[in-house]
T-cell receptor, first 114, second 117 residues
Framework: GDSVTQMEGPVTLSEEAFLTINCTYT??????LFWYVQYPGEGLQLLLK?????DKGSNKGFEATYRKETTSFHLEKGSVQVSDSAVYFC?????????????FGKGTRLSVIA | GAVVSQHPSWVICKSGTSVKIECRSL??????MFWYRQFPKQSLMLMAT?????????EQGVEKDKFLINHASLTLSTLTVTSAHPEDSSFYIC?????????????FGPGTRLLVL
């Protein structure tokens, strides 16, 4: 079945450092790919998404590019802030005729220190 | 836009009681809603998929008689944890998918933290 693999955390960075969180997927066809962020004690918020190969999703300084050839969707940010400390989930959903649940990676906890 | 609310956000109950959690899409119609469970420092585990007006589809290993799901309207789904026990303590999160296009986008509620004593 479909699956998502994320780099294991926790990841600890200093403020203004460059961030990369790796995500690879296994799926049939062409899934949509997502990054969700979960701040402490809260639900998930959609951070960005991409629905086809070579699409780049971006939001709040974060970017991820849908790479079909490497089945990857790595999350990057050029300069992290303390407020970016959260858990980041990579997810996919297959394109179907109806609504299907998301398949999540295990999540990567990011801690940014001042 | 695309706001999903959950109520309550916190609930503490005694073992053996039932707890109802509501999930509402506030500004869109959600044909499909999903219920997830999250244990501390772990990922989300899909419990069930609910479609408006039909029975929920439960994932393997999820007891449908214990976790009752009702999707009564296009903006409301409820999860009832019947005869709750301490092992049911968890963070329950719902998500809602607008329309039926299968675009993949889902909007998540803020979650409900359940503690069973």
């Amino acid at each position: 079945g479909d699956s998502v693999t994320q780099m294991e955390g926790p990841v600890t960075l200093s403020e203004e450092a460059f961030l990369t969180i790796n995500c690879t997927y296994t799926a049939t066809g062409y899934p949509s790919l997502f990054w969700y962020v979960q701040y402490p004690g809260e639900g998930l918020q959609l951070l960005l998404k991409a629905t086809k190969a070579d699409d780049k999703g971006s939001n709040k300084g974060f970017e991820a590019t849908y790479r079909k050839e490497t089945t990857s969707f790595h999350l990057e940010k050029g300069s992290v802030q303390v407020s970016d400390s959260a858990v980041y989930f990579c997810a996919l959903t297959p394109i179907t005729a109806g609504n299907t649940p998301l398949v999540f990676g295990k999540g990567t906890r990011l801690s940014v220190i001042a | 836009g695309a706001v999903v609310s959950q109520h309550p956000s916190w609930v503490i109950c005694k073992s053996g009681t039932s707890v109802k959690i509501e999930c509402r899409s506030l500004d869109f119609q959600a044909t499909t809603m999903f219920w997830y469970r999250q244990f501390p420092k772990q990922s989300l585990m899909l419990m069930a998929t609910s479609n408006e007006g039909s029975k929920a589809t439960y994932e393997q290993g999820v007891e449908k008689d214990k976790f009752l799901i009702n999707h009564a309207s296009l903006t409301l789904s409820t999860l009832t944890v019947t005869s709750a026990h301490p092992e049911d303590s968890s963070f329950y999160i719902c998500s809602a998918a607008p329309g039926t296009s299968g675009s993949g986008t889902q909007y998540f509620g803020p979650g409900t933290r359940l503690l069973v004593l």
